[in-house]
């Protein structure tokens, strides 16, 4: 058995009742051998993270909530002693509330910041994949049930296997193997609207061509606004042409994507 969390970022709204479970169920209640009452404030075991891009008034957000990402494998289990962090047969990583008091170095060992200290009851203490309600006949954690739109699933990594096929771990780089998986990140993106000066009208169906680094090219027009987007961008140098007919073209060199830059409102010249 292998349990695994999918977290799908384009169904997610930023509610924040997975964020506001996890306290429901863990804050003043005592869940031990599993966990020590979590203090009602100074620690977010979920967190709801928010993703704001863009310049007004293309700006775009997305929500991520973030939590113990139960690695594989983990930095806060090797630097337990007395075997106070463990992995359960079902791959959820638990810190023992008895073994590990006084053990502040676990705060420090996670990359991800996922284990909070509790000065008043000298423990570690971060997610427990509700481990105890599992163990009682729960199918799925709390923030996972309270979730309204499907976006954070739990299960056997089998049977959440297509929803694993395009997912991605948060901070590959730390090499801690993640269990916590995301779907549907956005990219990057790139916007802008275009108008005639003269007669102060916006510019339907101009033709607006990116083109990145690498040298692929992406084509759109502008839509009934005079509006264009080009989404899901990898962070990269690019230009962009704006052609219009009997308009000169316009082009803008070295955007960085990386910022989601927004070209503002273009006027073109009458040719
Ligand atoms: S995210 Fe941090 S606390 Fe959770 S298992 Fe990995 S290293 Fe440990
Ligand atoms: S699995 Fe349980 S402890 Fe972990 S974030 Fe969700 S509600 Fe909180
Ligand atoms: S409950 Fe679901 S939709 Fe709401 S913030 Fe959490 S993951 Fe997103």
């Not at 863009?54 to 075997?83: F, M, Q, S």
């Not at 962090?85 to 791959?91: I, W």
């Not at 979730?147 to 296997?161: K, N, S």
């Not at 510019?203 to 005079?226: E, K, M, W």
Request: charge should be negative; charged fraction near 25%; glycine fraction near 8%.
């Amino acid at each position: 058995m292998s349990k695994v969390f999918v977290i799908d970022v384009a169904r997610c709204s930023g509610c924040h009742n997975c964020q506001l479970s996890c306290k429901d169920e863990h804050c003043e209640n005592d869940w031990r051998p599993y966990a020590a009452p979590q203090p009602p404030t100074g620690q977010f075991w979920c967190r709801v993270t928010d993703h704001p891009r863009g310049t007004i008034p293309k700006v775009k957000i997305h929500y991520i909530p973030v939590l113990c990402n139960h690695c594989a494998d983990a930095p806060c289990l090797r630097a337990a002693e007395n075997g106070a962090v463990y992995r359960r047969a079902d791959g959820l990583v638990v810190i023992d509330p008895e073994k590990a008091a006084g053990q502040k170095q676990l705060a420090e060992a996670c990359p991800y910041g996922a284990i909070f200290w509790n000065e008043e009851l000298n423990l570690p203490q971060k997610c427990t994949g509700c481990a105890h309600l599992l163990d009682h006949g729960a199918k799925v954690p709390r923030c996972v049930e309270a979730c309204p739109t499907d976006a954070m699933r739990f299960g056997e990594e089998a049977e959440l296997a297509d929803l694993l096929r395009d997912a991605v771990v948060l901070h590959r780089e730390y090499g801690t193997s993640p269990r916590v998986y995301y779907r549907n990140i956005p990219g990057c993106f790139l916007g802008g609207l275009v108008y005639d000066p003269v007669e102060e009208e916006v510019i339907i169906g101009a033709t607006v061509t990116l083109t990145l680094a690498d040298g692929t090219r992406q084509i759109t027009q502008t839509d009934a606004f005079g509006d264009f987007w080009f989404r899901d961008l990898p962070e990269t140098t690019a230009a962009v042409t704006i052609e219009a007919e009997g308009f000169a073209p316009k082009t803008f060199f070295d955007l960085q994507t990386a910022g989601c830059p927004n070209l503002g409102d273009v006027p073109l010249e009458r040719a």
